[in-house]
Structure formats: structure tokens, C-alpha cells
């Protein structure tokens, strides 16, 4: 899931310093799991805001904020708090604060949260991240550990001089990407992939901005309205 | 004196020291240190933004010690710039004479001096590697033809005493297949280790130049002990420098460094001083091991 991180509420309030009314909206999916945007976050954040001297005119948690159209009926059920607010704080990843910034074009619709990456859960409250969403799986040769991720460097053909004792450079708290991976691959008697010469990493698979169209939903390819990128 | 590439090629015992370039533009004392080196050493490293700290170009400074008589090891990181950028400098490179390059992937960010930086590592060690070996024949990353290939000589680093060292060497083999002519290695201290690390060296077709750290005082020592990656100063030199005293610290260090050459002699292709600042003291010690 994406992991977030609540923003300061110095700065919300900053953001806010223009308005008087607040709508908040949060998240059903990640940032519900990540306790910045669920029921609770919501009740916490809208007593801050009135705390702050604004008046909230209602909040939700949507199923998903970064499913646009689903959202936006969403929102709109809301009737009246939403309308009259001048102001949406969302409590999502950039993701949910963006499907609800084009559809209230004509509100403040400010980010509450920071998004930082997408992540596995350790527990509640922690997270690592493994994937970085690079467009190119290489998980088959790597024992299924991401040096792409998981190497400070990103690098492919294995652990540069900074490792010390199995540890990263950046950090004595850090295990090697390329020490894991070598353990891992050794269990799995499969050392020969650590031969392998890995070319320079194709940085065009992951487009900016990334696009995807699926074969399968070819006939739902008509992008519906307020779906515009 | 023979340059870097046909002493290596003719079997000699190599000599290598290297400079950090200036931060900031005043060159005066890295032109004065590398003077005294002139006739002494077979070449000369130039630091690119070493530990991440910005500094003047690896490329401007290689030029400046190739004017002086100097044969420049370019060093060159992934960390700064992108595959344009280090292709586009390795032609430069060409251009401007000089012959060798140290292939690196470069120190992180977080350890440097600009830590808000955005780190690029578009390429890595292995794969600049290759590329070098890609434009020596003609052609750029993408294919094209080079009007003009470069003719660079590549080489490489290794860790000897990395722990655990199998990754590195596997890691080591790679930059051999891909074209590293030389390696010069992260500082020795085991010289029992280093002995086993040649044995595997000697399957490949390639040559070692064994690092060796000028230390100054026992204090150094344990920095590096600590903080330095696969470095690692066993307690007896610490013992000797700390038996030394301050004033004569350094005179014993480098009787410490001239020891390691003369032993290494016998072992390896040659040697990399490194003198981090103190280069001017690299022909004593020289002198002092006998070279």
C-alpha cells in the first residue's frame, strides 16, 4: 500500500490561512491502514481545525479518493458540507488529493498527508519499502529481494565498497541489498544468477508521467469525463 | 619513467598515488604536490567529488596534471551524472589526452556534503565498464557510431578485505569480464588475506595494484576502524603509531607504509598510495621502501 505520513498541523493551518470552511475527506484503503486518514484521523483532524478557529462542515472516508469517478459520486451524495465548503483537506496519499483537486477545481483542495512510498507492513506504524514500482520485475534473479529498491545505489551487478559487515553504507541499521540477496540465492542454489551481468537498467519502462492502458479493458478505453490527466 | 599502461603491460612494479581536486578554484597546492611527485609515480588519481563532497572537476585536474607530465587516472562516478553526461565525458576525456580511467560507482549522497542532492546512478561500476569498452570500439550506449572511438585505458576497485568478501569477488569477476584492465584496491593491512585474494586474482587477466593508506596517528586508525569500509588497521600498527608519540606519529606511519610496499613487492603489480593530503611525502616513503 502507499504508506503516508500526517502532515505538521502548523502547516494545514497554514495552508488553510485564506479559508473558513472545511470539508475533510480521508481514505478507506492505505491511508486508513496507515492511520492518517481513517474515522479516528478524520474525528482528530476536524477538532484541530475547529480548535484553529474553522469551522468543518463534514467529513467522510471514501472508499478509494484515487478512484476519480467513484469518488466524485461520492462527494457529491455529501450534498451540502461539501458545497458549501471553500476548503477540502484530504487525508490520502498525492493520489486521492489529486482526483478530488479536478473535480472542486473552484475549492482549496490541500493535501493533509505526505505520501512517502509504497510499502509492506511490519506492523501497524511500520513499513519498509520493497518495490518501487520501476516497471521492470527482476525479482526471478534476485531471489525475490529488490536491489532496484532495497540498494541505496539502486545498483544491479552486485555490492558496491560501502558495504561493512553485511550492512549499508547509509546506515549501520541497514542489511546489503547485494549481502541478502547472495545469502538468499545461496539457499535457493542458485548462486550462477549472481553472475549474471545486468545491463544498464531501461528507464523508459517506467514512463513519467506513467500511462497504462490494459489490453483486457480495451472497450472501456473511452476515458470517462473528469478522468483527463 | 615509463607511462602507467606500458609499465603495467611490461611487467613492472607499478607505482600510483592520487590527489583530491580543490574546493574551490586555487590549484596552487595540488600543482605543488603533484610536482614533487613528477618521476616518482607512473600515475596519478584524481578524485571525482570524493565522499560525496564537491570539489573541482576530476576531468579539469586530470588535465592540469597531464600538462605538468603527469599520466592522470581519471576517476569516474555514476553518482553525479547521468548516461549522456559520462559518455559525453569520457569523449571529452579522450579529447583532452588523457589516457587512463578508474571506473566507480561513487559514494552515497548521505555521506557527503550535499545531502539534499539527488543521487543518479543511471550506470553503476560494472556497466560503465562496459561502456568504456563499448566506445573504445566505436560505438555509443545506444548503438550509434562514434565519429572517432575513444581509446581509453579501464580500471577498476576491489575490496580485498570486504566481509564478507564472496559478493565483492563475484562482483570483481564481473568488472574483469567487462573489461577492467587494472584494479586498485581498497587499503591493505591483512597481508594474509590479501595473499588469498591474489590467488583468486591470478585466474583472471588482469592486474592489482594493492592500496596503501598513509596512517598519521593512532587516532586515524581507529577512525577508519570505524568508519571506513572495509578497512580494517589491526592493533598492532595502532599500538606502534601510539608508541611513536605525536611529533614523531607520522614519521612512523610512513615507516609503516614503506614496509607495506616492500612486503607487497612480491605479491602483487604494483601499489596506490594513498596520502590524503600529505601527498608530498609520497616520494620519501618510496624512498624509504626501497623504490
Avoid at chain 1, 519499502?129 to 544491479?156: F, H, N, Q, S, Y
Avoid at chain 2, 619513467?1 to 597546492?29: H, N, Q, Y
Avoid at chain 2, 592489482?208 to 596517528?217: N, P, V
Wanted: glycine share 10%; charged share 30%; net charge neutral.
Amino acid at each position: 500500500m502507499i504508506i503516508t505520513k500526517q502532515k505538521p498541523f502548523e502547516v494545514i493551518k497554514e495552508y488553510l490561512r485564506d479559508n473558513k470552511k472545511v470539508f475533510i475527506v480521508g481514505c478507506g484503503e492505505c491511508a486508513t491502514l496507515c492511520k492518517t486518514g481513517g474515522p479516528d484521523e478524520i474525528a482528530e483532524m476536524a477538532q484541530m481545525l475547529r480548535d484553529a478557529g474553522k469551522e468543518v462542515t463534514g467529513g467522510f472516508v471514501a472508499i478509494a479518493p484515487c478512484n476519480i469517478v467513484g469518488t466524485k459520486i461520492e462527494m457529491k451524495k455529501q450534498g451540502e458540507p461539501v458545497r458549501e465548503a471553500d476548503a477540502v483537506i484530504v487525508l490520502s496519499c498525492g493520489a486521492g488529493v489529486g482526483s478530488i483537486a479536478e473535480t472542486y477545481e473552484d475549492k482549496n483542495v490541500i493535501p493533509g498527508c505526505d505520501s512517502l512510498f509504497l510499502g509492506n507492513t511490519i506492523r501497524v506504524g511500520s513499513y519498509d519499502e520493497r518495490c518501487m514500482t520501476c516497471g521492470e520485475c527482476i525479482l526471478e534473479e534476485t531471489g525475490g529481494i529488490c536491489p532496484v529498491t532495497t540498494c541505496a545505489k539502486g545498483l544491479l551487478n552486485g555490492p558496491c565498497g560501502g558495504m561493512n559487515n553485511g550492512k549499508c553504507e547509509i546506515s549501520p541499521d541497514i542489511e546489503c541489498a547485494w549481502v541478502r540477496i547472495y545469502r538468499r540465492l545461496e539457499k535457493k542454489g542458485k548462486l550462477d544468477r549472481m553472475e549474471k551481468i545486468h545491463e544498464a537498467k531501461d528507464y523508459s519502462k517506467h514512463t513519467k508521467p506513467g500511462v497504462f492502458e490494459g489490453e483486457k479493458y480495451a472497450k472501456m478505453r473511452k476515458r470517462p469525463e473528469g478522468g483527463k490527466r | 619513467m615509463k607511462r602507467f599502461k606500458e609499465a603495467l603491460e611490461a611487467g613492472d612494479f607499478v607505482i600510483t598515488a592520487e590527489c583530491g581536486p580543490p574546493k574551490g578554484t586555487d590549484i596552487s597546492e595540488l600543482k605543488e604536490h603533484a610536482k614533487h611527485l613528477l618521476g616518482k609515480v607512473h600515475a596519478l588519481n584524481v578524485t571525482d567529488n570524493q565522499s560525496s563532497v564537491m570539489r573541482a572537476g576530476s576531468l579539469s585536474i586530470s588535465k592540469v596534471l597531464l600538462d605538468m607530465g603527469h599520466d592522470p587516472i581519471y576517476q569516474l562516478t555514476c553518482r553525479d551524472r547521468n548516461r549522456l553526461a559520462i559518455q559525453s565525458d569520457l569523449l571529452s576525456a579522450h579529447i583532452l589526452g588523457i589516457k587512463n580511467v578508474l571506473c566507480l560507482t561513487g559514494d552515497s549522497i548521505s555521506v557527503g556534503d550535499h545531502k539534499e542532492a539527488k543521487a543518479v546512478f543511471d550506470l553503476e561500476s560494472v556497466q560503465l565498464l562496459k561502456l568504456v569498452d563499448t566506445m573504445n570500439n566505436g560505438k555509443d550506449m545506444a548503438g550509434n557510431d562514434l565519429k572517432g572511438a575513444t581509446g581509453l585505458f579501464a580500471g577498476a576497485v576491489v575490496t580485498p578485505e570486504a566481509n564478507p568478501v564472496e559478493p565483492q569477488l563475484m562482483k570483481f569477476s564481473k568488472k574483469v569480464r567487462v573489461g577492467a584492465k587494472f584494479f586498485q584496491t581498497q587499503a591493505i593491512y591483512d597481508i594474509e588475506k590479501f595473499k588469498t585474494f591474489m590467488e583468486y586474482s591470478r585466474r583472471f587477466d588482469t592486474k592489482i595494484l594493492a592500496g596503501i593508506l598513509l596512517l598519521r596517528s593512532a587516532g586515524m586508525a581507529n577512525f577508519l576502524n570505524a568508519n571506513v569500509p572495509g578497512i580494517t588497521v589491526p592493533q598492532h600498527l595502532i599500538d606502534e603509531l601510539k608508541a611513536a608519540g605525536k611529533e614523531k606519529a607520522l614519521d612512523c606511519g610512513m615507516d609503516i607504509a614503506a614496509r607495506q610496499i616492500k612486503e607487497l613487492k612480491g605479491i602483487c603489480d604494483g601499489v596506490h598510495v594513498m596520502a590524503i593530503g600529505l601527498e608530498d611525502k609520497v616520494p620519501e616513503i618510496l624512498k624509504r621502501a626501497g623504490i
